[in-house]
């Protein structure tokens, strides 16, 4: 459904009319229509993104653990994700949470370049991240992001509470950006999000996905 018109690639529309949509931001999707308009539509093509996500979490993991405590650590770290059964089994789903656990790694690694020379763009671009696991998974995505801001908190040098009040602009701004994106859509032209109350891609992601799921 989603390759037909841009209006059903942007909001995720569920189906070819485009009057439903998914619960969830549609960024894991985006890469599988990308996969499936190469390689056709196809179980392999819908596991790609993924596969590749799962496998290139367990490099970003190595690089990010063998900085701070050396190659045995990095090694041990990359064998476990590489063969924690959970990690094995949605890399080899059609599912985003692959996705949203290589944004996860990504963030980490970032913030251990920061740990390393205190740049704050690290910091920013760990942010950036974050949000986009946020548009991956929602609120899953963010598992990991307490252990992240203390880690970040810890290992900043100087300017501590400007640059976390800097990245959490940039977290919020990326997260929300494609719920802001289905606003510019007069509300007749938006597909009706699946487990919303009214139609609205807020209300499924903060009631539906959020509230009442707690």
Known sequence: SMPLSLHNFLLGAYEPGGTLA???????????????????????????PPA?????????????VRRVLGSAAAAGAA???ATLPIAVLTARSDTMDAVAMLLSVVALWLLVRFADDGRARWCYLAALAMGLAFNAKLFEGLVALPALILFGALVCRERRLARLAVSAVVFVCVSLSWLTLTLLYPASDRPYAIGSTNGSAWNATFVFNGYDRI
């Open 79 to 81: 064998i476990a994700l």
């Open 52 to 64: 590749l996500a799962g496998t290139a979490a367990v490099v970003v993991l190595y690089d990010a």
């Open 22 to 48: 998914i619960d969830k931001p549609p960024l894991d999707l985006w890469l599988q229509v990308l996969t499936t308009q190469v390689f056709g539509f196809g179980s392999v093509a819908l596991k790609l």
